[in-house]
Protein backbone atom coordinates (compact mmCIF):
# COMPACT_ATOMS: atom_id res chain seq x y z
CA UNK A 1 0.00 0.00 0.00
CA UNK A 2 1.32 3.59 -0.88
CA UNK A 3 1.55 5.35 2.48
CA UNK A 4 0.44 8.55 1.78
CA UNK A 5 -2.70 6.52 0.94
CA UNK A 6 -3.39 6.05 4.43
CA UNK A 7 -6.09 8.27 6.24
CA UNK A 8 -7.05 6.91 9.20
CA UNK A 9 -4.58 4.40 11.90
CA UNK A 10 -6.43 1.77 14.30
CA UNK A 11 -3.87 0.84 16.58
CA UNK A 12 -4.52 -1.23 19.80
CA UNK A 13 -2.22 -4.07 20.91
CA UNK A 14 0.47 -4.91 18.51
CA UNK A 15 1.80 -8.27 18.84
CA UNK A 16 5.58 -9.08 19.07
CA UNK A 17 7.87 -9.20 16.37
CA UNK A 18 8.53 -12.97 15.50
CA UNK A 19 12.84 -14.04 13.74
CA UNK A 20 13.80 -16.89 12.99
CA UNK A 21 14.65 -19.71 15.40
CA UNK A 22 18.43 -20.28 16.24
CA UNK A 23 19.10 -16.36 17.10
CA UNK A 24 20.70 -15.69 20.06
CA UNK A 25 19.20 -13.54 22.86
CA UNK A 26 21.19 -10.45 22.24
CA UNK A 27 20.90 -10.69 18.82
CA UNK A 28 16.77 -11.13 18.66
CA UNK A 29 17.14 -8.27 21.37
CA UNK A 30 18.63 -6.11 18.80
CA UNK A 31 16.49 -7.57 15.93
CA UNK A 32 13.54 -6.15 17.53
CA UNK A 33 14.68 -2.81 18.13
CA UNK A 34 15.68 -2.31 15.18
CA UNK A 35 12.28 -3.51 13.69
CA UNK A 36 10.31 -1.44 16.17
CA UNK A 37 12.24 1.83 15.37
CA UNK A 38 11.47 0.60 11.39
CA UNK A 39 7.84 -0.07 11.41
CA UNK A 40 7.25 2.14 14.49
CA UNK A 41 9.32 5.22 13.18
CA UNK A 42 7.75 5.18 9.60
CA UNK A 43 4.38 4.18 10.99
CA UNK A 44 4.36 7.27 13.65
CA UNK A 45 5.58 9.21 10.90
CA UNK A 46 1.98 9.17 9.20
CA UNK A 47 0.10 12.53 9.32
CA UNK A 48 -3.33 10.93 9.72
CA UNK A 49 -6.20 10.35 12.20
CA UNK A 50 -5.22 7.90 15.20
CA UNK A 51 -7.00 5.54 17.40
CA UNK A 52 -4.54 6.06 19.35
CA UNK A 53 -1.12 7.25 18.27
CA UNK A 54 1.23 5.15 19.74
CA UNK A 55 3.16 7.98 21.52
CA UNK A 56 0.09 9.59 23.47
CA UNK A 57 -0.82 5.25 24.63
CA UNK A 58 3.06 5.14 25.72
CA UNK A 59 2.46 8.48 27.88
CA UNK A 60 -0.91 7.92 29.03
CA UNK A 61 0.21 4.39 30.49
CA UNK A 62 1.91 5.94 33.15
CA UNK A 63 -0.55 5.82 35.62
CA UNK A 64 0.83 8.08 37.93
CA UNK A 65 0.68 10.89 35.48
CA UNK A 66 -3.00 9.58 34.99
CA UNK A 67 -3.67 10.48 38.48
CA UNK A 68 -2.54 13.60 38.49
CA UNK A 69 -3.83 14.67 35.18
CA UNK A 70 -7.38 13.46 36.68
CA UNK A 71 -7.08 15.28 39.45
CA UNK A 72 -5.96 18.44 37.50
CA UNK A 73 -8.66 17.87 34.97
CA UNK A 74 -11.42 18.52 38.17
CA UNK A 75 -11.99 14.44 38.22
CA UNK A 76 -12.21 12.88 42.14
CA UNK A 77 -9.24 10.25 42.58
CA UNK A 78 -8.65 8.09 45.76
CA UNK A 79 -5.87 9.11 48.09
CA UNK A 80 -2.80 7.31 46.67
CA UNK A 81 0.74 6.33 47.59
CA UNK A 82 3.25 4.71 45.46
CA UNK A 83 6.58 3.52 46.86
CA UNK A 84 8.94 0.80 47.97
CA UNK A 85 9.22 1.31 51.59
CA UNK A 86 7.44 -0.08 53.54
CA UNK A 87 7.24 2.48 56.74
CA UNK A 88 5.47 4.90 54.19
CA UNK A 89 2.75 1.61 53.64
CA UNK A 90 2.25 2.01 57.53
CA UNK A 91 2.38 5.63 57.46
CA UNK A 92 -0.52 6.27 54.77
CA UNK A 93 -2.65 3.55 56.09
CA UNK A 94 -2.50 5.67 59.88
CA UNK A 95 -2.78 8.77 57.61
CA UNK A 96 -5.86 7.40 56.16
CA UNK A 97 -7.89 6.20 58.87
CA UNK A 98 -9.27 3.03 56.33
CA UNK A 99 -9.08 -0.04 54.58
CA UNK A 100 -6.57 0.37 51.71
CA UNK A 101 -5.64 -1.49 48.83
CA UNK A 102 -2.15 -2.51 46.68
CA UNK A 103 -2.59 -2.96 43.01
CA UNK A 104 0.15 -2.69 39.63
CA UNK A 105 1.26 0.67 39.18
CA UNK A 106 1.70 -0.80 35.26
CA UNK A 107 0.23 -3.35 33.74
CA UNK A 108 -1.52 -6.15 36.09
CA UNK A 109 -0.70 -8.79 33.60
CA UNK A 110 2.40 -11.03 33.74
CA UNK A 111 3.72 -14.53 32.06
CA UNK A 112 5.12 -17.44 34.07
CA UNK A 113 5.83 -20.76 32.67
CA UNK A 114 4.27 -19.70 29.56
CA UNK A 115 0.62 -18.73 31.28
CA UNK A 116 -0.59 -15.73 30.90
CA UNK A 117 -1.23 -14.93 34.99
CA UNK A 118 -3.01 -11.30 36.47
CA UNK A 119 -2.30 -9.26 39.49
CA UNK A 120 -5.66 -8.12 41.16
CA UNK A 121 -6.53 -5.33 43.54
CA UNK A 122 -5.55 -6.31 46.91
CA UNK A 123 -7.75 -4.95 50.32
CA UNK A 124 -5.07 -5.16 53.15
CA UNK A 125 -5.88 -6.14 56.19
CA UNK A 126 -4.06 -5.39 59.44
CA UNK A 127 -2.25 -8.55 59.86
CA UNK A 128 -0.49 -7.50 55.86
CA UNK A 129 0.01 -4.44 57.53
CA UNK A 130 2.66 -5.98 59.81
CA UNK A 131 4.45 -8.14 57.48
CA UNK A 132 5.10 -6.12 54.48
CA UNK A 133 8.14 -8.45 53.33
CA UNK A 134 8.27 -7.54 49.70
CA UNK A 135 7.85 -4.60 49.31
CA UNK A 136 11.04 -2.72 49.11
CA UNK A 137 11.60 -4.79 45.99
CA UNK A 138 9.92 -2.71 43.40
CA UNK A 139 7.24 0.46 43.24
CA UNK A 140 3.56 -0.56 44.39
CA UNK A 141 0.54 1.54 44.17
CA UNK A 142 -1.67 1.61 47.37
CA UNK A 143 -4.70 3.63 46.98
CA UNK A 144 -7.88 4.45 49.98
CA UNK A 145 -10.35 1.81 49.69
CA UNK A 146 -13.67 3.36 48.66
CA UNK A 147 -16.74 1.93 49.40
CA UNK A 148 -19.24 1.41 46.49
CA UNK A 149 -22.27 0.68 45.35
CA UNK A 150 -21.49 -0.27 41.76
CA UNK A 151 -18.07 0.03 39.23
CA UNK A 152 -18.45 1.65 35.79
CA UNK A 153 -16.29 1.20 32.60
CA UNK A 154 -16.59 4.84 31.10
CA UNK A 155 -15.89 3.88 27.46
CA UNK A 156 -15.00 6.78 25.73
CA UNK A 157 -14.55 7.27 21.40
CA UNK A 158 -14.43 11.01 20.29
CA UNK A 159 -16.74 13.29 21.97
CA UNK A 160 -18.89 10.25 22.33
CA UNK A 161 -19.25 8.50 26.36
CA UNK A 162 -20.69 4.84 26.27
CA UNK A 163 -21.20 4.19 30.33
CA UNK A 164 -21.94 0.63 31.88
CA UNK A 165 -22.41 -0.06 35.04
CA UNK A 166 -20.65 -2.97 36.69
CA UNK A 167 -22.72 -4.95 39.35
CA UNK A 168 -20.39 -7.59 41.45
CA UNK A 169 -21.85 -10.34 42.15
CA UNK A 170 -19.51 -11.58 44.90
CA UNK A 171 -16.23 -10.88 47.17
CA UNK A 172 -13.99 -11.42 44.99
CA UNK A 173 -15.66 -8.97 42.25
CA UNK A 174 -16.45 -6.59 44.49
CA UNK A 175 -12.71 -6.06 45.77
CA UNK A 176 -11.61 -6.21 41.60
CA UNK A 177 -14.16 -7.02 39.46
CA UNK A 178 -12.02 -8.62 36.70
CA UNK A 179 -11.01 -11.76 39.02
CA UNK A 180 -14.68 -13.03 38.70
CA UNK A 181 -16.58 -11.90 35.30
CA UNK A 182 -19.26 -14.63 35.94
CA UNK A 183 -20.12 -13.49 38.86
CA UNK A 184 -20.90 -9.61 37.16
CA UNK A 185 -24.30 -8.35 35.72
CA UNK A 186 -24.28 -4.79 33.56
CA UNK A 187 -26.89 -2.09 33.00
CA UNK A 188 -26.03 1.02 31.32
CA UNK A 189 -26.19 4.50 33.25
CA UNK A 190 -25.84 7.94 32.48
CA UNK A 191 -22.48 10.12 32.80
CA UNK A 192 -22.77 13.24 35.24
CA UNK A 193 -22.15 16.14 33.13
CA UNK A 194 -19.40 17.65 35.64
CA UNK A 195 -17.08 13.92 35.30
CA UNK A 196 -18.25 13.83 31.12
CA UNK A 197 -16.54 17.22 31.29
CA UNK A 198 -13.67 16.37 33.56
CA UNK A 199 -13.00 13.20 31.07
CA UNK A 200 -13.36 15.50 27.91
CA UNK A 201 -10.54 17.75 29.63
CA UNK A 202 -8.47 14.31 30.32
CA UNK A 203 -8.66 12.96 27.02
CA UNK A 204 -7.44 16.29 25.51
CA UNK A 205 -4.60 17.02 27.78
CA UNK A 206 -3.11 13.24 27.06
CA UNK A 207 -4.39 13.10 23.47
CA UNK A 208 -6.00 10.19 23.16
CA UNK A 209 -9.34 9.56 20.80
CA UNK A 210 -10.08 6.60 22.57
CA UNK A 211 -9.79 5.34 26.57
CA UNK A 212 -11.57 2.85 28.61
CA UNK A 213 -11.90 4.73 32.04
CA UNK A 214 -12.55 2.92 35.51
CA UNK A 215 -14.80 4.84 38.10
CA UNK A 216 -16.06 3.45 41.55
CA UNK A 217 -19.78 5.03 42.61
CA UNK A 218 -20.44 5.69 46.46
CA UNK A 219 -23.44 5.36 47.71
CA UNK A 220 -23.86 8.78 47.83
CA UNK A 221 -23.39 8.94 44.25
CA UNK A 222 -20.07 10.38 43.68
CA UNK A 223 -18.12 9.15 40.97
CA UNK A 224 -13.95 8.38 42.05
CA UNK A 225 -11.37 8.08 39.00
CA UNK A 226 -9.85 4.72 38.60
CA UNK A 227 -7.94 4.90 35.34
CA UNK A 228 -7.96 5.37 31.43
CA UNK A 229 -6.52 2.66 29.75
CA UNK A 230 -5.67 3.66 26.24
CA UNK A 231 -6.20 0.22 24.60
CA UNK A 232 -9.00 -1.15 26.97
CA UNK A 233 -11.20 -4.01 26.20
CA UNK A 234 -14.41 -2.71 24.99
CA UNK A 235 -15.86 -5.61 22.96
CA UNK A 236 -17.79 -7.69 26.24
CA UNK A 237 -19.16 -4.46 27.41
CA UNK A 238 -20.77 -4.19 23.72
CA UNK A 239 -21.98 -7.30 24.13
CA UNK A 240 -23.58 -7.12 27.67
CA UNK A 241 -24.98 -3.92 26.96
CA UNK A 242 -25.75 -3.47 23.27
CA UNK A 243 -23.45 0.12 23.71
CA UNK A 244 -22.70 0.83 19.99
CA UNK A 245 -18.98 1.10 20.72
CA UNK A 246 -17.64 -0.46 17.45
CA UNK A 247 -20.26 1.61 15.51
CA UNK A 248 -18.10 4.70 17.25
CA UNK A 249 -15.05 3.71 17.01
CA UNK A 250 -15.38 3.32 12.83
CA UNK A 251 -17.87 6.59 12.80
CA UNK A 252 -14.51 8.13 14.58
CA UNK A 253 -12.07 7.02 12.68
CA UNK A 254 -13.51 8.51 9.22
CA UNK A 255 -13.97 11.52 10.98
CA UNK A 256 -17.47 11.61 12.28
CA UNK A 257 -19.58 11.70 15.18
Not at 105 to 123: C, H, N
Not at 163 to 176: K, L, Q, R
Request: negative net charge; proline residues 5%; aromatic residues 8%.
Amino acid sequence: MELSQVGAVYYRAPGAFRFPEGMSGPEERFAAAQARAGLGGVLSALECRWVNHPTAMARAEYEPAQLAAARACGLRIPATLITNRPRDVVAFATQTGGPIVCKPVASPVLIEDGRLKSVYTQRLSLSDLQDLRGIDTTAHLFQAWVSKEYEVRLTVVGERMFAAAIHAGSEASYEDWRSDYGSLTYTTTTTPEDVAAGMRRLMERLQLRYGAADFIVGSDGQWTFLEVNPCGQWDWIQSATGLPIAEAIADDLQGGT
